[in-house]
């Protein structure tokens, strides 16, 4: 049998009876019914209620390391093509004012850019590139994407003509390749991958 005292909600008071159900029993009868402090009481939301509060960096450090190795909630979950409409249609007319997309423009542009590799995309093309160039390439690869194996004719646009070492003063036929523009974007993107002739 529990021996724990037993605190009486109502007076204080703890109890060492042995009798534990018979005395929470009584407690409950005699004891008058609480309301909860915060019952009625309507609690402002946690972003509204941290809004403007400066956290120490020893803070940030000790929460980064409690969340260290927790696995993400959504992580590997898929949003339902319901979710996905709501979400679009929550985001209708919302836009950023003129003076937001310029702070927002200027935080990322030039060397700001974590990926920004000293203006190579500034650099103009050699003599050598031309359309003739790039067409022979192009018919070379049988107007096929040499990633995904996409025709040109299913492509938006002409298939992009990239260069695998990233050299735009190399012009070697064998340092040139087609692809389609969604792939093209991916060769360049944030330098994660590298597309060659056999992907």
Not at 20 to 43: D, M, N, Y
Request: aromatic share 6%; proline share 5%; with cysteine.
């Amino acid at each position: 049998m529990d021996k724990k005292p037993i605190k009486c909600p109502g007076s204080g008071h703890w109890s060492k009876s042995k009798d534990r159900e018979k005395v929470i029993a009584k407690l409950k009868e005699s004891s008058p019914k609480q309301r909860p402090w915060s019952k009625g009481k309507k609690q402002p939301a946690i972003s509204i209620a941290l809004k403007g509060r400066i956290f120490s960096k020893t803070w940030k450090e000790n929460l980064s390391r409690a969340h260290r190795g927790q696995i993400a909630w959504n992580k590997g979950k898929k949003l339902s093509e319901e979710h996905i409409e709501k979400l679009r249609i929550s985001h209708i007319g919302n836009k950023n004012s003129e003076e937001a997309k310029r702070k927002l423009g200027e935080s990322i542009s030039g060397d700001k850019h974590w990926n920004w590799q000293g203006g190579i995309s500034r650099e103009p093309y050699p003599i050598g590139w031309t359309r003739t160039l790039k067409r022979s390439i192009r018919e070379r690869d049988d107007y096929k994407c040499q990633y995904c194996g996409c025709p040109q004719e299913e492509c938006t646009q002409k298939l992009c003509i990239h260069h695998i070492d990233n050299d735009k003063s190399n012009l070697d036929p064998k340092n040139l390749i087609s692809l389609c523009r969604s792939c093209h974007i991916r060769t360049h993107d944030w330098g994660k991958r590298k597309v060659g002739k056999n992907g």
